[in-house]
């Protein structure tokens, strides 16, 4: 995350400034409310330096992204290298691989032991949506594409995204990330249990069947003319932390689950643009 680290003349941090980026506004607003910055202010090169920050829960990729960014400034003002464990997981983390590890088998073998897709749906939406906010989202990927992925800060994140693009090469699974990883689809699916005889009329679906893609063309549209796409913030993903949601996307995750009442997933089907640019990825494969 590119920052300012000021230091008075005898080396101690005064304050931290983050530039602009392209971290989820929400995880970042979050470390910031809860000390991120703050913790490094009265705090000498040299204690900086050898300060093991930890990363606040909730918003756990941007705290330690903030962390990581900070400690190699000082490094490089010392005119040394951060040294630091590259595959560091948190207890988190680590459940959370566990899930996905979960995901993969339960994708292999749901056919002939149709309760595991139910287990796993229950597992997603619980450990890696509420418990460790865990997801891949359209502003991510954007992130990626335009800074890359430290496996230092990120580790979950570099294997959701092997998961997402490399089971379907590998395992022949279209869609693999949308149908067993992500939360959200899998709250929406859970909800859709509730009821029967879902449908919706062909005239509407005749529309609809498209609108993901325009969505998403529309959105990369509005990138490349310079028009502000803040609408990305409002990815329903980020409400399982809802303490730091704002009431847009609380009110269009609510909305997605009245409507999976009455029909399949339909965020995933109908709007998710980081869906429709996985399917892109599919098809190049």
């Known amino acids: 995350i590119p920052m300012f680290v000021f230091l008075d003349p005898k080396e101690t941090i005064q304050k931290v400034t983050i530039l602009p980026n392209s971290e989820d506004k929400e995880f970042l607003d979050s470390a910031l409310e809860k000390g991120v910055l703050t913790q490094w202010e009265g705090l000498t090169v040299e204690d900086a330096l050898a300060l093991k920050p930890d990363a606040v829960t909730g918003a756990t990729m941007s705290s330690k992204a903030i962390n990581t960014s900070i400690l190699r400034s000082l490094s490089a003002f010392r005119g040394g290298e951060v ?110 249990k509730l009821t029967k005889g879902k449908s919706i009329p062909h005239w509407l679906m005749a529309v609809l069947k498209h609108s993901r893609k325009c969505i998403t063309v529309g959105l990369f549209a509005a990138m490349w003319l310079g028009v502000s796409t803040s609408i990305v913030g409002y990815e329903p993903f980020s409400a399982f932390l809802f303490r730091h949601a704002s009431t847009a996307v609380l009110v269009v995750a609510g909305l997605s689950l009245i409507i999976s009442l009455f029909t399949p997933r339909p965020w995933c089907r109908f709007a998710c643009p980081t869906g429709e640019m996985l399917k892109w990825v599919d098809k190049l494969n």
Do not use: D
């Open 83 to 192: 040294k630091q464990n590259a595959f560091h997981l948190s207890y988190k983390e680590v459940l959370a691989a566990l899930v996905l590890a979960f995901g993969v088998v339960a994708s292999i073998y749901s056919k002939k032991k149709p309760k595991l897709r139910s287990i796993l749906l229950v597992v997603n939406m619980l450990v890696l949506g509420f418990w460790c906010g865990k997801f891949i989202s359209f502003s991510t990927l954007l992130g990626y594409m335009s800074n890359g992925v430290s496996l230092q800060t990120n580790l979950l994140g570099v294997i959701l995204l092997i998961l997402a693009i490399g089971i379907p090469l590998v395992l022949n699974k279209k869609a693999y990330y949308c149908t067993w990883v992500c939360p959200f689809g899998a709250a929406q699916e859970l909800v859709g």
